[in-house]
T-cell receptor
């Protein structure tokens, strides 16, 4: 158990819909990262937040957005869903400060199926 | 920009045989390198990491990897494969510490034959 919690574990929805994925980082971790894993694209970095502020952006579509709340949990919002958005979405968190070794701690993922 | 190349999307070995999973990286700064393992229907788990210091690093489950700067490689090895090693393995690179996202390779699926 990495200590990173993601909900829901599975989600099935239709094209054009909107969903929200939730992530609670490990206790004390200030950084949250979102990754998308699909068969054709592999593990793609989407976006990173640090202590409530956007830190880095990767291959995140404009239809997707994220935020990190004061309690440090994060949400990834996916809208106008397309078949190609079907994937496993991972959240990860990392230690900050002197204990930081660059390692990310991953949740078990949210599997999104768009029909 | 950083990148990671994993040679071989599928590797099959016999139980008890040597496991060798290849990873080459590209980085404009001294890299931090990681190997993660993903078992079916699970998240990614850290196997081992190289940050600074000794270039041969040991990880969990008997795996080890050697950082070779001259070859820009960080290959993962295990002397004797076990059935439980069957999983997908990802090599990743970071520009260091300081809240940086990892760039992952495309992954290598390891099959272990009895």
């Amino acid at each position: 158990d990495s200590g990173v919690t993601q909900t829901p574990k599975h989600l099935i929805t239709a094209t054009g819909q909107r969903v929200t994925l939730r992530c609670s980082p490990r206790s004390g971790d200030l950084s949250v990262y979102w990754y998308q894993q699909s068969l054709d694209q592999g593990l793609q970095f989407l976006i990173q937040y640090y202590n409530g502020e956007e830190r880095a952006k990767g291959n995140i579509l404009e239809r997707f957005s994220a935020q990190q709340f004061p309690d440090l949990h994060s949400e990834l919002n996916l809208s106008s869903l397309e078949l190609g958005d079907s994937a496993l979405y991972f959240c990860a968190s990392s230690v900050s400060g002197s204990r930081d070794t660059g390692e990310l701690f991953f949740g078990e993922g949210s599997r999104l199926t768009v029909l | 920009a950083q990148s990671v190349t994993q040679l071989g999307s599928h590797v099959s070995v016999s139980e008890g045989a040597l496991v060798l999973l290849r990873c080459n990286y590209s980085s404009s700064v001294p890299p931090y390198l990681f190997w993660y393992v993903q078992y079916p229907n699970q998240g990614l788990q850290l196997l081992l990491k190289y940050t600074t210091g000794a270039t041969l690093v040991k990880g969990i489950n008997g795996f080890e990897a050697e950082f070779k700067k001259s070859e820009t490689s960080f290959h993962l090895t295990k002397p004797s494969a076990h059935m439980s090693d069957a999983a997908e393995y990802f090599c990743a690179v970071s520009r260091g510490t300081g809240r940086r996202a990892l760039t992952f390779g495309s992954g290598t699926r390891l099959q272990v034959q009895p």
